[in-house]
């Protein structure tokens, strides 16, 4: 196996295989980010002197040429090399020669690892913010569609109060947008550039990490060099806990869907297409997208342990135990974001049964309505509550009310009767698109500039 580090000393196969693990596996999506990369390192050590006019457009070149390959996937890390660090260098020695062997100057495997993750990440949280804007939409969309659709609000899996599929759709859209924060946070501690840090402690160069992190698309460079491998491990697990909140949003959403689709409750249906079959009985239609759906959520939290505990008991410094964070982090953007988009597409396509909806208010559900009615005509309502539950005790049957009577008494904001519930949510997500649309732009353009407006992610 080719390695950086062997310095020519043979490799013991069973020590190569066992160091690298499933680290090509990764790397194979990192690739395109450490090019990326490598074209602004050679930027920095074109302003540093450290690489003359022709040098530096030669490298240059080859990294755009090699960004162009991976793209069509005529450049990937190979079986026999250990990482995407190798395969790079391997390659643009074979094209270049000797100048290649100076595009390692001033950096370590440690920042330029660091780098490619800062950008992939970035990139790969920038598209799960997208992604729940798109789910809390369809959301909305399925809100607007049936606004007035009475159904009853669960506490314990029991019938609790009057509510509606608009309210019931607007909560978890509510939900999505209030995740978007926890992604941004981490957005915020991807969006450094470790470049200068090397393996920790900097190199006696004049490199300029600043102007590296502007080329990069990046918000920053690191003020401390030594805080770079202090990021490394936290950061994965950081991403992970905030993918989480989704995931864990999606899930109940999806355990939702399983519920109110069930011939016990008929209120949803599940379109053909979504559904699956049974080998041995006809009738069935399962909602196993949705269970697969509940279920992911329980690995993104697994994920994030995982990371935590690889990265929880280091000192502080690189330590080879990091290496074994990048898999969870990597697999848990492509568990959310395939949930996200599975929901996106769900959720415009669920039915509601209208009737059967209003056929579950009957009864307990509106027994605290009938209370607070006795309340407002003056009756304490502790007094009413003692009222009411004596004649449910008693099998004395709750008024019944009509839809437009129980959304009349819930037009407080927030509430089922609430006329731009569905507005403001919709309001918030635009601004939270302009958001995320200004920082992405900003990163796709700083990329595209360093692949020469081609080949850029």
Not at 114 to 125: I, N, V
Request: hydrophobic share 45%.
């Amino acid at each position: 196996m080719r390695t950086l580090w062997s310095g020519g000393a043979a490799l013991d196969e069973q020590v190569a295989a066992f160091t690298a693990g499933d680290d090509r596996r990764w790397d194979r999506r990192l690739l395109r980010w450490d090019i990326l990369a490598s074209i602004a390192h050679v930027e920095a050590l074109a302003d540093a002197g450290l690489l003359d006019g022709a040098e530096g457009g030669q490298l240059r070149a080859a990294l755009r040429r090699t960004l162009a390959d991976e793209a069509a996937g005529r450049f990937s890390v190979g079986d026999d090399e250990e990482d995407a660090h190798t395969a790079l260098e391997r390659r643009l020695g074979d094209e270049l020669g000797e100048v290649a062997a100076k595009l390692h100057t001033g950096r370590s495997r440690n920042d330029q690892v660091l780098a490619a993750l800062a950008l992939c990440l970035s990139d790969g949280l920038l598209t799960a913010m997208d992604g729940a804007l798109d789910v809390a939409g369809a959301l909305l969309a399925l809100g607007r569609r049936h606004r007035t659709v009475v159904m009853p609000g669960y506490t314990h899996l029991r019938r609790a109060m009057p509510s509606t599929v608009a309210l019931w759709a607007a909560g978890y859209a509510e939900a999505l947008l209030d995740d978007l924060g926890p992604l941004a946070a981490a957005l915020d501690l991807a969006d450094v550039s470790p470049l200068g840090s090397a393996a920790g402690y900097g190199v006696p160069l004049p490199l300029d990490p600043a102007a590296a992190a502007r080329r990069l698309g990046l918000a920053r460079c690191r003020h401390a060099v030594t805080a770079a491998q202090l990021g490394r491990g936290k950061l994965e697990a950081v991403v992970l806990t905030a993918l989480w909140t989704a995931a864990r949003d999606l899930g109940a959403f999806a355990w939702d869907v399983i519920l109110f689709s069930s011939e016990e409750h008929g209120f949803l249906r599940i379109p053909e297409g979504l559904a699956t079959g049974s080998s041995i009985m006809p009738h069935k239609r399962n909602p196993d997208v949705f269970e697969l759906m509940r279920g992911r959520a329980g690995v993104l939290c697994g994920l994030a342990v995982e990371a935590m505990t690889v990265a929880g008991g280091l000192p502080g410094g690189y330590h080879r135990d990091l290496q074994l964070t990048k898999g969870p982090v990597m697999e848990g953007l492509d568990i959310v974001q395939a949930m996200l988009g599975m929901t996106a597409a769900a959720a415009a396509v669920l039915e509601v049964d209208r009737d059967a909806c209003r056929r579950a208010l009957d009864g307990g559900a509106l027994a605290t309505d009938e209370v607070y009615r006795r309340v407002r005509a003056g009756t304490p309502f502790r007094s009413a509550y003692r009222e009411v539950a004596a004649e449910v005790a008693a099998g004395r049957p709750v008024p019944a009310l009509e839809p437009a009577a129980i959304l009349a008494a819930r037009r407080s904001r927030g509430g089922a009767g609430d006329p731009r519930l569905l507005t403001r949510l919709g309001l918030a997500s635009t601004v939270w698109r302009r958001r995320v649309a200004a920082r992405r732009g900003r990163l796709q353009r700083a990329l595209a500039a360093l692949a020469g407006d081609g080949g850029a992610p």
